[in-house]
């Protein structure tokens, strides 16, 4: 299997110079950011990008329940990135593909050190199944993990360090861990979450407890106080789960 995109008239091969020819004709401190970005940066935006939507999830949740749900679904999707690396491994063994570099040459390689296997791109699974993830439980968070996660495969092709099919490899295996162990995930955590919410000093952790401060003002979520006597008007609340 390591003969895989050995060939210079195979597309995926004529693909990636096309994209790593670009480091060569870019000035080198815009190289310098790429590999900072794709080596780096971007796993650390899909990072806050999951806490981001933890934040807005527990401020916003309309009730524990809800709020439970939606946090076991964040919780999932750094499970998710770490299984999917898992099995990762024994693919990469199978496979035995040398690193792009290894096989070709002329290519701008930004990232040195990189002598383990290609297929598939770690990154792009970790950051492909973090998105998926979290696309199931925020849609609009979701599709700019999704923005992110396409973003990292074309940093790696640029890096001259994986193959364009390293990279949907990586994308189709952290899509396919996402969703389908997602039902069984949310079967484990939802309970967890749930007692958590419920418990005294983490409750936290899965929703913003009244009278807390945080938010406090807006009138999303919770009881307009009306005039003396008269009953407060409860604002419905967008919920937040996707799936």
């Known amino acids: 299997m390591a003969g895989l995109a050995q060939s210079g008239s195979n597309p995926d091969v004529e693909l990636l110079y096309d994209i790593n020819g670009l480091a060569k004709d870019a000035p080198h401190w815009f190289d310098q950011v790429m590999e900072f970005v794709g080596e780096f940066g971007l796993l650390f935006a899909m990072v806050l990008l999951v806490l981001g939507c933890w934040w807005r999830v527990r401020r916003r949740a309309a009730s524990g329940e809800e709020a439970a749900v939606s946090v076991a679904a964040l919780a999932w999707a750094p499970l998710a990135a770490a299984i999917a690396v898992l099995v990762n491994v024994p693919i990469r063994g199978f496979v035995e593909r040398p690193r792009p570099f290894r096989t070709h040459e002329g290519l701008e390689v930004l990232v040195a050190g990189k002598n383990d296997y290609s297929f598939v ?24 993990g999704l923005g992110l996660a396409l973003a990292e495969g074309f940093c790696r092709i640029y890096m001259g360090v994986h193959y364009p099919t390293d990279v949907v490899g990586g994308f189709a295996l952290g899509t396919a861990v996402a969703l389908l162990l997602s039902p069984l995930a949310m079967a484990l955590l939802t309970p967890v979450t749930r007692a958590v919410e419920r418990s005294g000093r983490a409750g936290w952790l899965i929703r913003r407890r009244a009278g807390s401060g945080e938010g406090s003002g807006s009138g999303r979520g919770a009881g307009v106080p009306g005039a003396r006597g008269e009953r407060s008007v409860e604002v419905p609340e967008e919920r937040d789960l996707a799936a």
């Open 121 to 144: 791109s770690d990154h792009a699974t970790i950051t492909m199944a973090l998105a998926v993830a979290l696309f199931v439980a925020n849609r609009r968070f979701g599709l700019v």
